[in-house]
């Protein structure tokens, strides 16, 4: 069994009396309303409702709170509090303190606003941004890259690709192989674009010329060009180019060469003069045309936009993943990159779905390294998908003396909330209800909330983040108890181990949320916050 997360355990037990320890035994507290499990389709005040009574110790209770929300008390225990419920999944921490200091608590969830329909794209669901220093690092990786690049593969659909002359003397130029020697470039954002620049050695172009004319016979053959070096530089307009992903285009390319040579035999005069007069043009257009088809790929998978579905496997469940980019835009401190996605987990849809949260803008900081901010509403359509498939339904073995065996169901998805006001961001499991058997027969039931705390750790390859569930706040409150000799602490802890496995879970399914990376660049000083309704990771690079 995994060892199960740090926890903080917050044990209620209303209808036991027991002292641990030197502390005073807790007062008597029932929650009447609302009941568990509640959803309401509107965000709106919620009602408590309930009694607190004084413990076996007599001491008269001092104050009831929701939510931190004094409750009207009255003389006969009777309490009664009003508090605001946010759209989302919410639980309400109800605490009833004695005059001696002893506490009770009972914890229960509500789930408020319309729910949404999983598997359907949600608009802007990762954005990112990229320092200057991300591009120096996504520069010195795309020299190698580019040199090994099939450049013949993607300038096929193009050919031919220089069309030069008229009716009397013209000439078609079908490129049948380029490669090139060493490579390298520079970006650099501008307000824009991208400063583009690259410095490629040992050109080599071979191509076929078909000519034709009144003036000439027609007739075709093999030319090649050669340069020892060559630099292009300009303005790299990259755009979103729907689930192909971005489409990049060297404006104003200003190409240079060394040593340039044009190898040609059997073409009549006119058709050499015309290829000699428009050799630098041709030149360009062929060199500009292979860097942007090179650089493509590079941009795509630097910036996380999957050209078309995507298939993972997770846990024997498939994996479907579409994101297309929706906005990019840059300026002298870096660039900002807004990507639409899709994820649908087969078996997934029978889901009735997950309540959608409006989502603000995150506010992300180009000149500081990198930062991606993940919708909260991506990552609660993938919960509801794995609760409607039941792999967080648990049984498994609790041997605390009076049980062997206990089971967890959940009653709603869990939820990530990145909506506070607070910065952190939470994992919400909300009223589980945890059924604890002894040779096949219930002994006790409980409802089980848990609030974990969510950060981000490196992943297994230095490029690459993970999500990490840390410490935990967990309620347990007993439903129809047998009998008087439960352990409380026992009971909280094989809670505690079933939720650990659930996590466990959940971290497989979230790990394959594609997010933006960039060619051989590392994270550091890994953080994670909540900002209107976004979950950011940012960290430094080296």
Not at 463 to 471: H, L, P
Not at 488 to 517: H, M, N, R
Request: aromatic share 4%; glycine share 10%.
């Amino acid at each position: 069994m995994r060892p199960a997360p740090a926890l903080l355990l917050v044990l209620t037990l209303t209808t036991i009396a027991a002292c641990i320890g030197e502390m005073p035994p807790p007062p008597e507290l029932s929650v009447t309303s609302p009941r568990r499990g509640l959803v309401q389709t509107s965000p709106e005040r919620v009602v408590v409702q309930g009694v607190a009574r004084p413990g076996v110790s007599g001491s008269p209770i001092a104050t009831v709170t929701v939510n931190k929300v004094p409750a009207m008390l009255a003389p006969d225990g009777s309490f009664t509090a009003v508090v605001d419920v946010p759209t989302g999944i919410t639980l309400l921490e109800t605490v009833a303190v004695s005059e001696e200091g002893a506490s009770a608590t009972d914890a229960r969830a509500v789930q408020a606003g319309e729910l949404s329909p999983v598997g359907r794209p949600i608009e802007r669901a990762l954005t990112a941004s990229l320092s200057t220093e991300a591009f120096a690092r996504l520069s010195a990786a795309a020299g190698p890259l580019v040199k090994g690049t099939d450049f013949n593969r993607l300038l096929a659909p193009l050919q031919p690709m220089v069309s030069l002359g008229d009716g009397n003397a013209n000439l078609k130029l079908s490129i049948t192989n380029l490669t090139l020697g060493d490579a390298t470039f520079s970006l650099v954002p501008t307000d824009g674009g991208l400063q583009f620049s690259a410095e490629l050695g040992g050109l080599s172009v071979a191509a076929t010329a078909a000519y034709a004319g009144r003036l000439v016979p027609t007739g075709s053959t093999s030319i090649s060009l050669t340069a020892d070096k060559l630099t292009i530089a300009g303005t790299l307009v990259v755009a979103p180019a729907g689930t192909a992903g971005f489409a990049t285009k060297i404006s104003s390319p200003t190409v240079r060469t060394t040593a340039l040579k044009l190898g040609a035999s059997g073409i009549v005069g006119d058709i050499l003069d015309l290829l000699n007069a428009n050799l630098a043009s041709t030149l360009q257009s062929i060199t500009t045309r292979a860097a942007e088809l090179a650089i493509d790929p590079l941009f795509n998978a630097a910036l996380g936009a999957l050209g078309g579905p995507q298939h993972f496997d997770v846990l024997g469940k498939a994996i479907d993943v579409e994101a297309s980019p929706a906005a990019i835009s840059f300026t002298r401190a870096g660039a900002q990159v807004s990507i639409n996605l899709r994820a649908q987990i087969e078996g997934g849809e029978a889901s009735p779905g997950y309540v959608f949260t409006p989502n603000g803008t995150p506010t992300l900081d180009p000149a500081d390294g990198v930062q991606i901010a993940i919708a909260d509403d991506l990552v609660n359509g993938m919960l509801a998908q794995v609760h409607a498939l039941g792999i967080l339904d648990l049984k498994f073995p609790a041997a605390l003396g009076f049980v062997d065996e206990a089971n967890l169901k959940l009653t709603f998805p869990p939820a990530l909330d990145a909506g506070g006001g607070d910065g952190h961001v939470r994992l919400v499991l909300g009223d589980m209800i945890a059924s604890f058997s002894n040779k096949g027969k219930e002994v006790i039931r409980a409802a089980v909330n848990a609030q974990v705390d969510v950060a981000v750790l490196r992943g297994t390859k230095p490029e690459e983040i993970a999500v990490e569930f840390g410490r935990a706040r967990v309620f347990v409150n007993l439903i129809d108890p047998a009998n008087d000799a439960v352990g409380g602490d026992e009971l909280a802890g094989a809670a505690a181990s079933g939720i650990s496995f659930q996590l466990d879970s959940l971290k497989q399914f979230l790990v394959t949320v594609p997010v933006p990376s960039v060619a051989g660049v590392s994270f550091d000083s890994l953080a994670l916050r909540a900002d209107h309704g976004y979950i950011v990771a940012s960290g430094q690079i080296h």
